[in-house]
């Protein structure tokens, strides 16, 4: 039988390429990276300022987009760090430990993020469906308790995947083409059977996504029914428009995070840069934009950091 050095321990750390095929390159891709990265902390940082600040936005909607943001710099900064040692300073090398933890937070926080959408959706059905109703049914109590329970979900639904792989077997200096520690790039350079890591994670996937997808759509299939209702063409774009921002929103993150997922696990045609620099950008667009988009669409919020940046 063939002899494996094996272990488990930090002693013998993950190495993280970075982009394999263009590491001639890394400099110049970390510029972009950076750049998005400094935007999205920026961005995000300030609309937890304005919202913290001003007691007028301390409702339920602003709430959501505090939550939002908070999943938006956890996503990135997860990444982007790492991602920035690799590319700079050619620090490569991970401990096991450290690869689970950043496996971990990732996971987490992306399906944390998820339930975050999926609340802003349920926000919006309430409304426009049952507007009188809506200081009753959505208070800022119930919005903390619902992130509280999305939270809880991230945790239950991701803790098992770097449980099971640390008990798996590794080679001596496994190699991840990647910048970052994906569940399914770690699984592929175990030396032992990770069916069920593979399994496991696939259909975490595809339930959790599935299901928030689900409860997406039947919130918008109801508000597109109660908008149809309304006689006034004015009152029906002013309806949807109150939609438009979360619809961006989650046609970037919905779409970047299935073309990644669905890439690393059936895409073997693709290229691997692209690939990496693609899930790279899930976690870099998303929250360089969604305060630009939340920003340019609502009004108040808007106002408040004109109020904010002419002051300064």
Not at 168 to 173: L, R, T, V, Y
Request: charged letters at 10%.
């Amino acid at each position: 039988m063939a002899a494996f050095n094996l272990t488990t321990s930090d002693t013998s750390p993950f190495i993280l390429m970075g982009i394999p095929g263009l590491e001639a390159a890394h400099i110049w891709i970390s510029i972009p990276f950076s750049i998005f990265y400094i935007i999205g902390l920026f961005g995000n940082f300030m609309l937890l300022f304005i919202v913290g600040k001003e007691q007028t936005l301390h409702r339920p909607m602003y709430l959501l987009l505090c939550l939002l943001a908070l999943t938006d710099i956890g996503t990135s900064t997860s990444v982007v760090p790492k991602a920035l040692c690799i590319f700079w300073f050619n620090l490569k090398g991970i401990t096991v430990g450290g690869c689970l933890t950043q496996m971990f937070f990732l996971h987490s926080v992306s399906i944390m993020q998820s339930a975050v959408l999926v609340t802003m959706a349920f926000d919006r059905y309430v409304a426009i469906c049952t507007p009188l109703r809506y200081a009753t049914i959505l208070t800022n109590a119930r919005i903390v308790k619902l992130g509280l329970v999305g939270l809880i979900r991230a945790v239950l639904f991701i803790l098992p995947l770097p449980l099971l792989l640390s008990r798996q077997p590794f080679c001596d200096n496994p190699i991840i083409p990647h910048t970052y520690c994906e569940h399914i790039a770690v699984a592929k350079i175990s030396c032992g059977d990770t069916l069920v890591n593979r399994t496991y994670g696939l259909v975490v996937a595809f339930v959790v996504i599935g299901l928030d997808l689900t409860l997406v759509a039947l919130s918008y299939s109801l508000i597109i029914r109660a908008i149809l209702r309304i006689s006034s063409k004015k009152s029906c774009l002013k309806a949807l428009n109150t939609c438009t921002a979360h619809i961006c929103v989650m046609m970037t993150s919905f779409t970047l995070f299935f073309f990644s997922t669905l890439t690393h696990r059936f895409g073997q045609s693709i290229t691997p840069h692209v690939h990496i620099i693609l899930a790279n950008l899930f976690f870099l667009i998303p929250p360089m934009i969604n305060p630009i988009i939340y920003g340019v669409k609502t009004k108040e919020l808007r106002d408040k950091v004109v109020k904010y940046t002419c002051r300064r």
